[in-house]
Every structure is written in C-alpha cells, then in structure tokens.
C-alpha cells in the first residue's frame, strides 16, 4: 500500500482549461511538499505546506492542506503549456531526510 | 547558487564495465541523497550521506557503491550492473540542523543510464 495516494494518474488538457491533483493518505503530516518534474530533468520543489487548512498561492498555483493534515490538492487555473510535467506530493518520514513520494500525476497540456 | 549538478548527463555500459556517477553541490547542504527513477516512476530513495556518513541505505545491492569524499561531492560508483538498473540516477542535497535533516531537498538534472 502506498504512503500517499495520488490522483489522477493522467491528466491531459486543453490550454485555458482548469484542473486539480490530489494527495491523500491515511496518516498525519507534519508537512507536505509537491514537486513538478518536466522530462529528462529533476523534481523541482513548488511549495511546502504545514499547516492543517493551509492555502498557498503560487502565481496561477494553489496549494491546500487538508484541515486533518492527511490529504493536500494541486489546482492549476487556466493551464498553459508550459505547465506540462509529472506533479509530484511528498513527505519526509524521518529526521534523516527519507522523503516518500506519490506515484505522480502526468499533466499534459495542449495548445 | 541552488544548483545540484550531475555528471555524465547520459551513461551507456556494458554489464562488465565499471564507472562512476557524480554529482556536486555549493550551497553548503551536510545532507546529500541517490535516487533512481524508471520511466514514469516517483524516484526511490537509494542513499543519505549526513556529514559525509552513510546514514541510510535502502537495501540497494553492492552493485552500486556510493562515497562522499567530501561535503560537496558524492559519487555512485557502479560495477557489474544489470540491464534492470537502467533509470534515472538523481542527485540531491538538504540543509541538515540540530533538529535533523530539513525538508528542502534540491535536485539535480539527473543521470539516464542504459544498461547493455
């Protein structure tokens, strides 16, 4: 069984369209993280959520912690291209650094 | 400077051959990691070096030898590997403090590795 559930798998869009991502899992978090990884690169980290009920804003990305800290979502308003990638959540399960991943979510988007 | 980089970008072995992964960081991170990545794949925890010791290692095979000669480099040193190994080999690197290793981990661009 997987830490961290995340859904869809794929996802694939038209440019202007919205679209969400989730995470969720049946244990408690400290903290949350998503990455977006683009082809033949590494994960680049997006954001860090803490806090139960928290809301992040990055440009046309938001970010929600869910108010028990088990689940977090992705939505992305009014998808470019450029948006294209693998979304990945995570979290550490240890002081040593272990970060677990989801499986990810593919997100294509089209012109 | 937030770089982890990676050398070589791309690796093509044999499975009798013997070569080294590096991966080399400047932001003064005492946290390093390996990971590696099949297609369409999250990435899998490999190695935690902490203060230049092995802290964690996730039962890889002897195949895959990791060192960190010091607090900027970290190497993966292969030999004998298997075409199963094929994947993306990733770098990272984390602040680590009195309270344990922070959370941040950057990532560096990755070795694709093809194992014949």
């Known amino acids: 069984t997987q830490l961290l559930e995340q859904s869809p798998q794929f996802l694939s869009i038209q440019e202007g369209e919205n679209l969400t991502v989730y995470c969720n899992s049946s244990s408690v978090f400290s903290s949350l993280q998503w990455y977006r990884q683009e082809p033949g690169e590494g994960p680049v980290l997006l954001v860090t959520v803490v806090t139960g009920g928290e809301v992040k804003k990055l440009k046309r990305l938001t970010f929600q912690f869910g108010d028990a800290r088990k689940d977090s979502s992705l939505h992305i308003t009014a998808a470019q291209p450029g948006d294209t990638g693998l979304y990945l959540c995570a979290v550490t399960t240890d002081s040593w650094g272990k970060l677990q991943f989801g499986a990810g979510t593919q997100v294509v988007v089209t012109p | 400077d937030t770089e982890v980089t990676q050398t070589p970008k791309h690796l093509v072995m044999g499975m009798t051959n013997k070569k080294s992964l590096k991966c080399e960081q400047h932001m003064g991170h005492r946290a390093m990691y390996w990971y590696k990545q099949k297609a369409k794949k999250p990435p899998e925890l490999m190695f935690v070096y902490s203060y230049e010791k092995l802290s964690i290692n996730e039962s890889v095979p002897s195949r895959f030898s990791p060192e960190c000669p010091n607090s900027s480099l970290l190497n993966l040193h292969l030999h004998a590997l298997q075409p199963e190994d094929s994947a993306l080999y990733l770098c990272?690197?984390?602040?680590?403090?009195?309270?344990?290793?922070?959370?941040?981990?950057?990532f560096g661009p990755g070795t694709r590795l093809l194992v014949l």
């Open positions: 990272a690197s984390s602040q680590d403090g009195p309270g344990g290793i922070q959370e941040t981990q950057y």
